[in-house]
């Protein structure tokens, strides 16, 4: 393991346990490719759950390549 400066944080508050903690336990989902988008408060409450979410843009994603030229890369 690498060696990590005991350099003191001032933003790190004592009641802050990271003894549990692995290192890179996310690195390898990270790197295989996110696309996180962080929706305005007010169009978020327009949804319960991701799954709407993912509906009506899938349904806006098939209306626009219907009625336009446009090429909406697939995933």
Same mark, same amino acid.
């Given at each position: 393991?690498?060696?990590?400066?005991?350099?003191?944080?001032?933003?790190?508050?004592?009641?802050?346990?990271?003894? /549990?903690? !692995?290192?890179?336990?996310?690195?390898a989902w990270c790197q295989g490719g996110t696309n996180v988008v962080r929706l305005d408060d007010d169009v978020a409450a327009m949804f319960s759950n991701a799954a709407?979410? /993912?509906? !009506?843009?899938r349904y806006i994603g098939k209306l626009i390549q219907r009625h336009t030229n446009v090429s909406l890369k697939s995933a």
């Open positions: 393991m690498k060696n990590v400066d005991t350099e003191i944080d001032s933003d790190m508050l004592d009641e802050y346990d990271f003894s /549990n903690g !692995v290192r890179g336990k996310y690195a709407e979410v /993912n509906e !009506v843009l």
